[in-house]
């Protein structure tokens, strides 16, 4: 089956074909259409190009229109104003099109895959080990997570990697208390084997506070771990092994937050800081054997021109220290030597905190001196805002602590499951499955109001917001997902069916001409990191439901073939409304 052409591309199709046939020089430009509330469309390409040509931009509307056939697709098209044009489509052309959607078989409701694929590495949730993860770890693993499932709807190859934290002078101190204190890692004994993340978690968090309490009272101790250090970093067997198991056991623990969070972050993903270790000598020495970098008091450095301290001297990346550590600049270098070279990466994403744009910046251009980035392999930071409390200010609890990612979680999940406690007031759910849905609207919740967002912007974390039936949240799209499926339940043996010649009201044409939009907005949402454009568009289609539920009777209407086709418009409203949710990490349950 060919793929589905969206009724906005054909109409564009229409226009450009006429605006060739009014003005051959015309031929190739964008006739500039768009949705209008004056009319289904409203072009307004005719007003640039009547300037280029020296004519008059209503007359030139006017040619345009004699070349518009009318019929089958376009109902109607009239010149407005300086020189716009409305054109009007048919309900049949809507109902047509929505039921090629419908039909196609790989249930892609229309949304074409890319012709030439690149591959994308995207560097999201990047936790430290031996660390708790906190509400700031929320939005790399909820941003990135969404822009991987369109990336990869859309067809690209996507190479997922979580540059976890795993490196580094404190784990000295970790590694030395823990050879001398053998057993505090050590599981309870339990007939499950299943170890949780809350207590790897809890022994993590224990044997921390403890090495700190003694590397800060013991200088022999101090010493020694100092010494522990170099042996890491030396490759030494005993001392790699014991690190190994803070990063073991840190899995365990990022796995259960991540699995609470819905998401599916794999093994063979994570590839921390350590994983570039045998590379980073090679990444200093050619940077300066290039020039890149320079010598600057015993350190390895890149300057740049517009990059300059209070002082008015310049701000180096300091890729190799002067006692010959590496800083997180040579790692991530590293990274994109490999990621360039090995993985054949056309695009780099990292979805990293905006605080530390600066830093990126240095790192993306040295990588372009040093000619690993360039015209076909591109580096680009999505850089995200802050999550602020109900005060505006950073998220804090009360005792000013940051708040643990994983109570944050449990909340949102205990509010959602008392709205979906309250909404059953026929007792149709059990409490098994009261929890499940709790659970998935509790997280799709913290995801949406995130996603909703557009990335560099802060957000307001407000749970009672958030988990409402009320306004733009995922509350409001799951519930109205599931109202459709009651209805479909109700609907019995009568079942969805498109009919092309019947009339349509006016809640309908709206709703059909933003479904129609869909393969678009997945497609501008992928090009651009834009997760907030889907959601946005999943909020309109949602609330274009309402409407219609509330003008137009479904199981009531007036004829067999209405009920049939307003069943229809419900089922491929909520086939897209699922899809859309999952491309933003969300799941729709059928029942709410």
């Given at each position: 089956?060919?793929?589905?052409?969206?009724?906005?591309?054909?109409?564009?199709?229409?226009?450009?074909?006429?605006?060739?046939?009014?003005?051959?020089?015309?031929?190739?430009?964008?006739?500039?259409?768009?949705?209008?509330?004056?009319?289904?469309?409203?072009?307004?390409?005719?007003?640039?190009?009547?300037?280029?040509?020296?004519?008059?931009?209503?007359?030139?509307?006017?040619?345009?229109?004699?070349?518009?056939?009318?019929?089958?697709?376009?109902?109607?098209?009239?010149?407005?104003?300086?020189?716009?044009?409305?054109?009007?489509?048919?309900?049949?052309?809507?109902?047509?099109?929505?039921?090629?959607?419908?039909?196609?078989?790989?249930?892609?409701?229309?949304?074409?895959?890319?012709?030439?694929?690149?591959?994308?590495?995207?560097?999201?949730?990047?936790?430290?080990?031996?660390?708790?993860?906190?509400?700031?770890?929320?939005?790399?693993?909820?941003?990135?997570?969404?822009v991987v499932q369109l990336?990869?709807?859309?067809?690209?190859?996507?190479?997922?990697?979580?540059?976890?934290?795993?490196?580094?002078?404190?784990?000295?101190?970790?590694?030395?208390?823990?050879?001398?204190?053998?057993?505090?890692?050590?599981?309870?004994?339990?007939?499950?084997?299943?170890?949780?993340?809350?207590?790897?978690?809890?022994?993590?968090?224990?044997?921390?506070?403890?090495?700190?309490?003694?590397?800060?009272?013991?200088?022999?101790?101090?010493?020694?771990?100092?010494?522990?250090?170099?042996?890491?970093?030396?490759?030494?067997?005993?001392?790699?092994?014991?690190?190994?198991?803070f990063v073991d056991e840190?899995?365990?623990?990022?796995?259960?937050?991540?699995?609470?969070?819905?998401?599916?972050?794999?093994?063979?993903?994570?590839?921390?800081?350590?994983?570039?270790?045998?590379?980073?000598?090679?990444?200093?020495?050619?940077?300066?054997?290039?020039?890149?970098?320079?010598?600057?008091?015993?350190?390895?450095?890149?300057?740049?021109?517009?990059?300059?301290?209070?002082?008015?001297?310049?701000?180096?990346?300091?890729?190799?220290?002067?006692?010959?550590?590496?800083?997180?600049?040579?790692?991530?270098?590293?990274?994109?030597?490999?990621?360039?070279?090995?993985?054949?990466?056309?695009?780099?994403?990292?979805?990293?905190?905006?605080?530390?744009?600066?830093?990126?910046?240095?790192?993306?251009?040295?990588?372009?001196?040093?000619?690993?980035?360039?015209?076909?392999?591109?580096?680009?930071?999505?850089?995200?805002?802050?999550?602020?409390?109900?005060?505006?200010?950073?998220?804090?609890?009360?005792?000013?602590?940051?708040?643990?990612?994983?109570?944050?979680?449990?909340?949102?999940?205990?509010r959602a499951t008392a709205?979906?406690?309250?909404?059953?007031?026929?007792?149709?759910?059990?409490?098994?499955?009261?929890?499940?849905?709790?659970?998935?609207?509790?997280?799709?919740?913290?995801?949406?109001?995130?996603?909703?967002?557009?990335?560099?912007?802060?957000?307001?974390?407000?749970?009672?917001?958030?988990?409402?039936?009320?306004?733009?949240?995922?509350?409001?799209?799951?519930?109205?997902?599931?109202?459709?499926?009651?209805?479909?339940?109700?609907?019995?043996?009568?079942?969805?069916?498109?009919?092309?010649?019947?009339?349509?009201?006016?809640?309908?044409?709206?709703?059909?001409?933003?479904?129609?939009?869909?393969?678009?907005?997945?497609?501008?949402?992928?090009?651009?990191?834009?997760?907030?454009?889907?959601?946005?568009?999943?909020?309109?289609?949602?609330?274009?439901?309402?409407?219609?539920?509330?003008?137009?009777?479904?199981?009531?209407?007036?004829?067999?073939?209405?009920?049939?086709?307003?069943?229809?418009?419900?089922?491929?409203?909520?086939?897209?409304?699922?899809?859309?949710?999952?491309?933003?990490?969300?799941?729709?349950?059928?029942?709410?």
């Amino acid at each position: 089956m060919a793929p589905v052409t969206s009724l906005t591309a054909t109409v564009h199709q229409h226009l450009a074909a006429a605006l060739t046939s009014a003005l051959p020089e015309a031929d190739g430009v964008d006739p500039l259409l768009r949705r209008s509330d004056r009319a289904d469309y409203q072009a307004n390409g005719i007003l640039a190009l009547a300037k280029k040509a020296k004519a008059n931009p209503r007359d030139l509307a006017a040619q345009v229109v004699t070349h518009v056939t009318t019929g089958d697709v376009i109902k109607d098209i009239e010149v407005s104003g300086p020189g716009f044009l409305n054109i009007t489509v048919t309900d049949r052309a809507i109902t047509t099109n929505l039921a090629a959607r419908a039909e196609d078989p790989d249930a892609r409701l229309g949304v074409p895959t890319t012709a030439a694929p690149g591959t994308t590495v995207i560097d999201y949730a990047q936790p430290n080990v031996a660390k708790e993860m906190h509400v700031g770890h929320l939005r790399s693993a909820v941003i990135g997570d969404a822009v991987v499932q369109l990336l990869e709807f859309t067809g690209e190859n996507v190479v997922r990697r979580h540059h976890i934290g795993d490196w580094g002078t404190q784990f000295g101190m970790l590694i030395q208390y823990l050879d001398e204190h053998p057993h505090e890692l050590d599981h309870k004994d339990t007939e499950d084997t299943q170890v949780s993340g809350e207590e790897a978690m809890s022994n993590l968090d224990r044997l921390y506070k403890a090495a700190r309490r003694l590397f800060d009272s013991d200088e022999e101790f101090k010493t020694r771990a100092r010494r522990r250090v170099v042996d890491l970093q030396a490759g030494d067997p005993h001392t790699l092994a014991m690190w190994q198991k803070f990063v073991d056991e840190s899995k365990i623990y990022f796995f259960s937050v991540f699995e609470k969070l819905d998401m599916d972050v794999r093994d063979p993903d994570i590839v921390g800081e350590s994983g570039y270790n045998d590379m980073l000598a090679e990444t200093c020495r050619l940077l300066e054997e290039s020039g890149v970098a320079v010598r600057s008091e015993g350190a390895l450095c890149v300057f740049f021109d517009d990059i300059k301290g209070p002082d008015g001297n310049p701000v180096p990346l300091i890729v190799q220290k002067s006692d010959g550590g590496y800083g997180y600049a040579a790692t991530d270098l590293s990274a994109i030597r490999d990621r360039v070279f090995n993985l054949k990466a056309n695009s780099l994403i990292y979805v990293v905190d905006a605080r530390q744009s600066l830093h990126f910046k240095m790192v993306f251009e040295t990588a372009r001196r040093a000619g690993w980035l360039n015209e076909d392999v591109k580096a680009y930071q999505l850089a995200f805002g802050t999550v602020l409390g109900k005060d505006g200010k950073p998220f804090k609890t009360r005792e000013g602590e940051t708040v643990r990612l994983v109570d944050l979680l449990d909340e949102a999940i205990e509010r959602a499951t008392a709205v979906v406690r309250e909404k059953d007031t026929q007792h149709q759910l059990t409490d098994a499955e009261i929890a499940d849905r709790g659970a998935q609207v509790g997280i799709g919740a913290v995801k949406y109001a995130d996603l909703s967002t557009s990335a560099n912007r802060d957000y307001k974390f407000d749970l009672d917001q958030m988990v409402s039936l009320n306004g733009d949240t995922s509350v409001y799209l799951q519930y109205a997902y599931a109202r459709i499926q009651s209805i479909l339940r109700k609907a019995g043996e009568v079942r969805p069916a498109a009919h092309p010649d019947l009339g349509l009201h006016g809640a309908e044409r709206a709703l059909g001409l933003h479904i129609d939009a869909f393969a678009e907005t997945v497609a501008e949402a992928a090009s651009e990191y834009a997760p907030h454009k889907m959601a946005a568009y999943l909020y309109q289609l949602a609330s274009l439901y309402t409407t219609f539920y509330d003008k137009c009777p479904v199981l009531k209407a007036e004829t067999p073939a209405q009920v049939e086709n307003r069943l229809f418009l419900c089922d491929i409203t909520a086939r897209t409304l699922h899809q859309g949710m999952a491309l933003l990490g969300i799941r729709t349950p059928e029942r709410l």
